[in-house]
């Protein structure tokens, strides 16, 4: 069985001139990097990876997105025990859709994610689109990371437990990579189609992201294909990924840039597109659709079973009182015990499902923010069709397995549970999901 090893190494992080970072991170035949190695598939092919875990704490990995076996979800404690120092642990599962997902660790994450423990994970395609007419001619995977690092370009260690941050939007880094690099340049042609997996997978910070003059389109969104649209902003939530279509400046310039506000409203180049080479003969305006998933069973709405989903807490807001370890609590006593969110009047709440569900049933959930702070909710084991949002339908029809919820704002979804087990449903701003949001159903 091949191996994906958890251990210390070390990447430049920074740009140029200073020194390479400690971190944690995953390998297979050669040392470790960040992100980790590129994990690439056909749907319908089995994974199949022996976990080492050479950490100094237990461990354990998550399939993000994968529509997986429950116990080979890697969601510890919930599915299996984390992984101690020095052990193992089989996975072997099947991914049964195309798309663009990652993997990532699934215990103590708020640190582990933090210190480097992520990597892509590909599914290609199962009908032929690269080189079709309309589709693009290659692709490029672009995972976004955010590093909160000292003068000296090391991990700052001492803010895991920052209740302060925690409470607000949570733990924000001070440098963006992207592919474990600050401000990496990507070669392209003029007029090129290229096709981008963008991953974010930093712990807590959001990404508004920008392409300007590459005349992007949008064409699937955690890995589920979307009707081609232009797209002049886009924004990513943790965990949350996004394919796009871009065609290279034919205008002359040598250069165009990825963007990121990084929360200022000032946007600030974290990749480069540098334009050689002859002008490429035009592919048109239109983008050939990805091919359908074709194995997503669509929701029935005429009987469906309704859940609730109530977000509270944080900083400006609060809660009166909330369920934390079998006791009632007020918010200065949850604090004192690293608690200021909830789901549904708890905080954390693991010893009994949010909800069950019988195998097969469609349940329709609205997901009400009644905080001052977005959340990124994520469903473990499905993906989700986003029905409305703030009461306004949907008319995309958006298909994800995360999805990003403003400040006061209700999302309601549907999914068919048609995949048996216990799964984690959980803010994957990492330091919410800590510090309360983070629950489970069960699908029987």
Known sequence: MPILRAAPASAQLAPAGYPSTPIWAYATATAGTVPGPEIRLSAGQRVRFQLINDLP?????????????????????????????????????????????????????????????AGPLIVEDREPWLGEPGAA?????????????????????????DL??????????????VNGAAYPELDIQPGERVRLRIINTATDRIMPLSLPHLSARLIALDGHPVTPREIDTLILGP????????DGRVDGEARANLLLDPGNGEWVEITGFIHSGDNLPSTGT???????????????????????LLMEGGAMRGMLETRFGGETMGFRKLAANGMVWAFNGAANEMDKPMFRAALGRT???????RSVFPHAIHLHGHHFTILSKSGAANIEGDVRDTVLIGADETVEIAFVADNPGVWMIHCHMLSHQKSGMMAWFEVA
């Open 137 to 161: 001619t290659r692709e490029l995977v672009l995972v976004l990371d955010d590093w909160l690092l000292d003068s000296d370009a090391r991990i700052i260690e001492d803010r895991w437990e």
């Open 286 to 308: 239109d983008v050939r659709p990805l091919p359908a998933w074709g194995t997503l069973p669509a929701p029935d709405l005429s009987e469906s079973q309704r859940e609730t």
């Open 239 to 246: 965990a949350q990924r996004a394919d796009v279509v871009i």
């Open 164 to 177: 302060h941050a925690a409470s607000h939007g949570g733990r924000m880094g001070n440098t963006v990579t």
């Open 57 to 117: 704490q237990p461990t354990a990995v998550h399939w993000h997105g994968i529509r997986i076996e429950n116990a080979m979800d890697g969601a510890a404690p919930l599915t299996q025990a984390p992984v101690p120092p020095g052990d193992t642990f089989d996975y072997d599962f099947v991914a049964p859709d195309p798309g663009t997902y990652w993997y990532h660790s699934h215990n103590r994450s708020t640190e582990q994610v933090a210190r480097g423990l």
């Open 363 to 369: 349940v329709q959930m609205e997901m009400s923010n």
